[in-house]
């Protein structure tokens, strides 16, 4: 049950995340890389207590991540604050499709396995199906998952599955705790130092500082780093004691619901074709139960 609850919270503090920057409309560059910076010294102590992993491995993983965050997390928070928080979160969810077939290309052998049971090759092609032809329909149907917004979204969406492999990949390379806290105080660190050279290369050193300085930006990205600080970790104490952490994954696809929610008490215009977004989310749940089902090993 923690598992359960942990990740509901993680999905949850996810959406805020995007809420966040949908409400206080800072540069992306800017807002990623106060909350890499801020999240990494929430996490520094730690260290005090905490052993250095020392695979090299996990250090190299460490760097490709921070090189992929820093653009991934400038596009999000970017698109939060140009399409909304509503239009990020849906099309975010396709990661989960995209990160299929990246892991098919790391686990050759699991997709041998699938070509073996026909049953489950069917309900994980049947299921992808059904998330690429509900998103049209939802594109279609007046709502704001625009062409323009799955342009600008969908080399990150496609990079965010890249980014899943490279995470567990870092996270069975140490120590779980060593993991999480190097990953947080590295990683989430070189992510927002890259994204704020990047804001200062554009808008000088002065600039920075005096955008620092004001009160919108200061409380929005004051904002953000603790919401992502605790969506950090109630998705790593999830993962940590879910049986599966796919069952993880699959809670995270409420992070749309918890967005619409929002806009519509609040009464922010985000126009989507509900059942169109239900089914999107049941055909990624779907994909998520098919791929995770034990398979006997190929005949080969």
């Not at 997390?73 to 698109?79: D, E, F, G, I």
């Not at 904002?223 to 940590?240: D, E, K, R, Y």
């Amino acid at each position: 049950m923690i598992w359960f609850i942990f990740g509901m919270m993680f999905a949850f503090f996810n959406s805020v995340t995007m809420l966040v920057n949908q409400k206080f409309q800072i540069n992306g560059h800017l807002i990623s890389g106060v909350r890499g910076v801020g999240v990494a010294a929430l996490f520094l102590p730690a260290t005090f207590f905490l052993t250095p992993p020392k695979s090299p491995l996990f250090w190299g993983l460490i760097v490709l991540q921070g090189m992929m965050s820093s653009f991934f997390n400038a596009r999000l928070y970017s698109s939060s604050a140009k399409f909304g928080a509503g239009a990020t979160s849906r099309i975010s969810a396709l990661a989960v499709v995209f990160g299929l077939g990246a892991w098919w290309i790391v686990d050759y052998q699991r997709l041998v396995e699938l070509w073996d049971s026909p049953p489950v090759f069917a309900g994980i092609l049947v299921s992808l199906a059904v998330v690429v032809v509900s998103f049209f329909f939802m594109s279609q149907s007046k709502s704001s998952a625009s062409m323009a917004e799955m342009k600008y979204m969908l080399p990150a969406v496609v990079l965010l599955a890249f980014m899943m492999i490279v995470r567990k990949e870092i996270m069975e390379s140490s120590a779980f705790l060593s993991a999480i806290v190097y990953y947080c105080v590295l990683s989430i660190a070189m992510s927002g130092a890259w994204n704020l050279i990047y804001y200062a290369r554009e808008n000088t050193l002065k600039g920075l500082v005096s955008q620092l300085k004001t009160r919108r930006i200061a409380i929005g990205c004051i904002s953000m780093v603790f919401a992502s600080a605790v969506t950090i970790i109630c998705g790593n104490i999830g993962v940590f004691y879910a049986p599966n952490p796919a069952y993880v994954n699959a809670l995270t696809l409420t992070s749309p619901i918890f967005v619409m929610i929002f806009n519509k008490t609040t009464g922010v215009k985000d126009p989507v074709s509900i059942p169109a977004m239900v089914i999107m989310l049941l055909g990624i749940a779907a994909l998520l139960y098919f791929s995770e089902i034990p398979l006997p090993h190929p005949n080969i």
